[in-house]
């Protein structure tokens, strides 16, 4: 998939990914790249937000709502908590392309849990 990290904290992760080597069948951005770098950047941060625990974190729901599809270039990924919890955390996930043209919001809820 490509993607690189530019910034990570429990508050907020931000990744990059090519539309390159991403795309559907249309030649359009695939949808569910979308939602794997949403869910990917969303996780990262519980899973920080977690190990300040001891803890480990697991993703118990995510939906995402497609505005547009990127077409070229780089899509910025942002997740920034909204709430970090003992017990969960949930992050919004905006997606950019490079002219910052929003092109997907998800939410995504991790459980906190004990590591096995």
């Given amino acids: 998939?490509?993607?690189?990290?530019?910034?990570?904290?429990p508050e907020k992760v931000?990744?990059?990914?090519?539309?390159?080597?991403?795309r559907q069948s249309l030649g359009l951005?695939?949808?569910?790249?979308m939602v794997a770098i949403a869910e990917a950047v969303g996780s990262w941060a519980a899973v920080i937000?977690?190990?300040t625990m001891g803890k480990v974190a697991v993703g118990v729901d995510i939906n995402a709502t497609h505005h547009s599809s990127g077409r070229s270039g780089l899509v910025t990924a942002t997740a920034t908590a909204?709430?970090?919890g003992r017990t969960m955390?949930?992050?919004e996930v905006i997606l950019t392309d490079e002219a910052g043209k929003r092109l997907c919001t998800a939410r995504i809820t991790n459980a906190i849990v004990e590591k096995r």
């Fill in 82 to 84: 909204i709430r970090l």
């Fill in 1 to 9: 998939m490509g993607v690189e990290v530019l910034e990570q904290s």
């Fill in 49 to 51: 937000h977690a190990s």
């Fill in 14 to 22: 931000v990744a990059t990914m090519p539309v390159d080597g991403n």
């Fill in 29 to 33: 951005l695939h949808g569910g790249a």
């Fill in 89 to 91: 955390t949930s992050h």
